[in-house]
């Protein structure tokens, strides 16, 4: 019975022995072999990649025509002319076609003729049509038409021979007062400031500087060394209703009738000194010192 123990537990021990033996031979390294990885270019791959075009979506539809300009897009036409282009693709100024229709009174505008107007885009028609010599001008004299005051004519009383004769002085005052209110509000170039400063300092440039700031206010664009009967329009327009006296005034400094004022027959106008008198215009000024 012993032998029989004995027996089983050798059989036992040589079972657990042989198991364990297989484990370990299971568990035995092996050298695994390198696995070989190409190597990667990536400069000659972005190289390869950037040398092939990629054209953009629709490149097919792109249209390679140069895109028009408007030629009128520069063109500065003035009052009663717009801007058109002609057959040969060039900006021309041609007269305006139809002026808007004014249901408002204080639309209308007075002219040198002392005939109501429906609107002031009505009278730069007209004055554009005659200097084209168009059919539509009513008459040689409205080349030269221009707005006297705005609203309907009125009987404006007469200016008598004593009120014509001071009214250069209080012109004078006028135009000095009216720079001096600008300079104080900072609204003169630093150009006409200088001139204005030296107006306070100096009596003798006091009504002299005034008259040229404003003749060079009133000279239009381009400047051109004289002032024409419509560019008298800013300073003529507002002193209709306070002074009746301006009309005859500012006709009479046109000596030689050609419906244009020179500085020199502004300064005789306003009576000083034609030799104190110079051009002293801002873009005058600035071309001559070029």
């Not at 050798?10 to 696995?35: M, N, Q, S």
């Not at 400069?43 to 390679?64: F, L, R, V, Y």
């Not at 209110?181 to 500087?209: F, G």
Request: overall charge negative; proline content about 6%.
């Amino acid at each position: 019975m012993k032998l029989c123990h004995l027996g089983l537990i050798f059989l036992i021990v040589f079972l657990v022995t042989d198991i364990a033996a297989e484990k370990v031979v299971k568990r035995k390294k092996t050298r695994r072999k390198p696995i070989h990885i190409e190597s990667f270019d990536y400069k000659n791959d972005i190289q390869s990649e950037e040398a092939i075009p990629i054209a953009p979506p629709g490149d097919e539809d792109i249209d390679n025509r140069v895109p028009l300009v408007d030629p009128c897009m520069q063109v500065r036409c003035g009052a009663g002319r717009i801007c058109q282009v002609n057959e040969l693709r060039e900006p021309e100024c041609v007269c305006i076609p139809t002026c808007p229709e004014e249901s408002e009174s204080r639309r209308k505008v007075c002219s040198n003729y002392n005939e109501t107007w429906s609107s002031d885009c009505a009278i730069y028609q007209q004055r554009c049509l005659c200097a084209k010599g168009d059919q539509e001008c009513k008459g040689p004299q409205y080349k030269h038409v221009h707005i006297e005051y705005y609203g309907q004519c009125r009987e404006m009383p007469h200016c008598t021979q004593e009120e014509m004769a001071d009214f250069p002085r209080r012109m004078r005052d006028w135009l000095f007062n009216i720079m001096r209110d600008l300079a104080d509000r900072q609204e003169l170039t630093p150009h006409y400031m200088n001139m204005e400063k030296e107006a306070e300092s100096n009596m003798t440039r006091r009504w002299t500087n005034a008259a040229v700031w404003k003749f060079c206010d009133l000279d239009g664009n381009p400047p051109d060394r004289s002032v024409s009967r419509h560019e008298l329009f800013p300073i003529r327009a507002p002193l209709m209703a306070l002074e009746h006296c301006i009309s005859p005034f500012l006709n009479s400094c046109d000596a030689d009738n050609n419906h244009r004022i020179t500085l020199h027959e502004w300064a005789k106008c306003l009576q000083l000194e034609e030799e104190e008198i110079e051009h002293q215009c801002e873009e005058i000024s600035d071309i001559s010192a070029e």
